[in-house]
């Protein structure tokens, strides 16, 4: 299950004041996402994911934004590494998701460099949750774009946005 229902939506936000104040996201709400497979939307399946869809991917997140942004900016971050590391070598891959397929990945990230407005419209609009389905497909195709010009994108993950029925794309 990949799906960010009420009760989880429920749970991100009771603890939205304790994650403010205590600067880290309570574990009550990485487990229920973890529980509802938030995690490992962008994971291969041969290491226990579902590989989502961008699309179905920024539709969560932004489901989680609506109980608190905070979670959902961290988590979105978090839960992008699964993609990244499918990448990577097989022997990479086993360290890191063999044991568990819940296995989360930190890192810092330093946005660099200009995005095209269109991207930019998308996160700003994605944030206060205006127009959530048409800036999804915005920001779905650009980060699509970024990952069919650089040639990186996993082959599943490639199949996937080919069969995706997004207007425009």
């Not at 978090?78 to 990577?88: D, K, P, T, Y």
């Not at 810092?108 to 944030?127: E, M, Q, R």
């Not at 650009?142 to 946005?161: G, H, L, T």
Request: contains cysteine.
């Amino acid at each position: 299950m990949t799906t960010i229902t009420a009760d989880v939506s429920a749970i991100i936000e009771s603890h939205a004041a304790e994650t403010r104040s205590n600067r880290e996201i309570a574990k009550p709400v990485i487990d229920a996402l973890k529980d509802c497979g938030f995690f490992k939307m962008m994971l291969p399946k041969k290491w226990g994911g579902s590989e989502k869809t961008p699309q179905e991917f920024f539709a969560a997140q932004m489901a989680i934004a609506e109980a608190d942004m905070s979670v959902a900016w961290a988590c979105g971050i978090i839960s992008v590494h699964s993609f990244q590391l499918a990448m990577m070598d097989e022997r990479a891959q086993s360290d890191v998701y063999k044991d568990d397929a819940n296995t989360l990945i930190s890192s810092s990230y330093n946005p660099a460099g200009a995005l095209p407005n269109l991207a930019k419209v998308a996160l700003c609009s994605a944030a206060v949750g205006a127009g959530a389905q048409a800036q999804v497909t915005a920001l779905g195709r650009y980060w699509v774009a970024i990952c069919q010009a650089m040639a990186i994108a996993p082959s599943w993950f490639r199949e996937k946005i080919m069969r995706s029925k997004i207007p425009g794309m």
